[in-house]
């Protein structure tokens, strides 16, 4: 077991179950911030110490630990949201179904066949359980804000699961998936805004109540 | 099989016995000098006991037999578990494969014997703090369960003493994150099941906000006196769990072993009055939640075990 991957892919698990449990909307996104400063420095140290991988790095740590938790912090304070987590399954109960999804992606990680052997055993395990922690939050939330923060969640886990399997993936590619989500986020965020000055609120449920 | 260890032990449950009420002087003066008071002397409790001894007891007239049975069998069930409690990595007096059920188990007795005294009294605040009492240790006891699973596992030994005897820094080498989230798990059922800040203040003195102390707000005398004991004795063997675990060098020679736990014990004491000074309780709401986080925490260490 190397311990410093070993630590960090168990930091990146509590984290995941640290957002199943918030309720405050500003923590979620700082601790979201911090999974994608986690797995930053993952990839750093899967990769290794040439250009491609630094580059990779060093965009999504800057993307993911500065630039989306300014945009989210912004859209909260323009759309002047209600700072709680609106959850509609309880907090206790998410733990709860949290540690299910791990037991689960526990299970998978160990029964899916990979074409390549991965830099660590616990890292594809991880990968899964950051992706249904994130949809989980997807689905089990109220508001658009939580939903973007789902989003990323999953995209981190993508991205760790990519670290897992492809040593030497293009790194253009990487930076292209980021480009995306950058664009996706910033969106979103406008969205946000303008489903909250349409509506007054941007509880997505009732969305579904729209006529014409 | 039984197995039952003379030597030396009978000093060393001494040791427990009697230094125990000195951790809550600890946390006391840790506490003073964060807000910069002199503190109560370190002694305090062995004269609060002391005192509490050569009082007679005022006992109501509502109350049943069960009211006096509380601190009497609560002291006896934690004296017990001292017995089985291993020290800096030596064997306990007594010791047997599953013998932290038996630990866990007579921790519950306490604990029920004390709320069965409290519902007797017949107030209304007594039950308050009662029902809060067992509401907190029910989700406080699968955590304490689940991470002495995650230790039997990771040492293949089923009684305490092989457990605690067997934790080493190769066992932290190998298994350090696993090791890491059970202290933290453990440290959470510490502090909730010694009733201390995040869960319940000590030193409140509104009966509507108790927890702990409400439920023994009608023992005086002696009865207090082994309550207070008897609080004394859980303390030190939940935070000896803590304790052996963090320590994890034994056997080299006796004093030096047992010297290094003893201050572990004190640092740990220093370490829940640091908390007590920097945190707030929490919202009685979020008792709970914090609680089913620690249970989270043992689960996730025992699955990365079991994976890993």
């Known amino acids: ?212 | 099989m039984i197995r039952v260890t003379t030597d030396m032990a009978v000093l060393r449950l001494a040791a427990a016995l009697v230094l125990a009420p000195l951790l809550f002087g600890v946390i006391a003066r840790t506490q003073a000098l964060f807000a910069g008071r002199k503190g109560p002397p370190l002694l305090q409790m062995y004269f609060d006991i002391a005192k509490l001894m050569r009082k007679g007891a005022a006992i109501s007239r509502t109350t049943t037999w069960v009211f006096r049975l509380g601190p009497i069998v609560g002291l006896a069930c934690v004296a017990t578990g001292c017995l089985l409690l291993p020290f800096a990595g030596f064997p306990a007096l007594v010791s047997f494969p599953g013998d932290f059920v038996v630990l866990t188990a007579l921790l519950a007795l306490m604990r029920f014997v004390t709320v069965s005294a409290a519902l007797d009294t017949g107030s209304s605040f007594e039950g308050m703090g009662a029902s809060r009492d067992v509401q907190f240790s029910a989700l406080a006891e699968p955590a304490l369960l689940v991470s002495f699973a995650v230790l039997a596992r990771q040492t293949s030994a089923l009684s305490m003493s092989d457990m605690f005897g067997q934790v080493s820094a190769i066992f932290w080498h190998q298994a350090a994150p696993s090791f890491i989230l059970v202290l933290a798990a453990l440290f959470i059922v510490f502090l909730a099941e010694n009733a201390r800040i995040p869960f319940d203040d000590p030193n409140t003195h509104l009966e509507l906000t108790m927890v702990h102390e409400v439920m023994v707000l009608d023992h005086g005398g002696p009865d207090l006196g082994f309550i207070l004991y008897g609080s004394a004795l859980k303390m030190w063997i939940l935070g000896a769990l803590i304790v052996n675990i963090v320590i994890p060098i034994h056997a080299v020679s006796a004093w030096p072993d047992i010297f290094l736990f003893i201050m572990g014990m004190l640092l740990l004491a220093v370490a829940v009055g640091v908390v007590e000074s920097v945190m707030a309780r929490l919202r009685l709401l979020q008792v709970p939640q914090l609680l089913v986080g620690a249970v989270g925490l043992a689960i996730l260490a025992l699955m990365l075990m079991l994976g890993a």
Request: charged content about 10%; aromatic content about 8%; proline content about 4%.
């Open chain 1, 1 to 212: 077991m190397a311990f410093p991957m070993d630590s960090l892919l168990v930091c990146v698990v509590l984290i995941d179950l640290a957002l199943l449990a918030m309720s405050r909307l500003v923590t979620l996104v700082r601790i979201a911030a911090l999974q994608g400063v986690l797995i930053s420095a993952l990839a750093l140290y899967v990769g290794g110490a040439n250009p491609a991988s630094i580059l990779t790095a060093t965009a999504s740590l800057v993307l993911k630990g500065i630039v989306f938790p300014f945009m989210l912090m912004r859209a909260m304070r323009e759309a002047s949201i209600n700072r709680e987590v609106e959850p509609y399954i309880g907090l206790n109960l998410s733990i709860v179904i949290g540690l299910a999804l791990l037991a689960l992606s526990l299970w998978l990680g160990s029964k899916l066949p990979l074409p390549v052997p991965v830099a660590a055993t616990l890292i594809v395990p991880v990968a899964l359980f950051t992706i249904l922690a994130g949809l989980f939050l997807i689905v089990g939330r109220l508001k658009a804000l939580t939903q973007i923060v789902g989003y990323l969640v999953l995209e981190n886990g993508i991205y760790t699961f990519g670290l897992a399997i492809s040593h030497q993936s293009p790194w253009i590619v990487e930076l292209g998936i980021l480009l995306d989500v950058f664009v996706a986020v910033f969106i979103m965020g406008v969205m946000t805004y303008q489903i909250n000055r349409e509506f007054d609120h941007i509880d997505t449920n009732q969305l579904t109540d729209l006529k014409d």
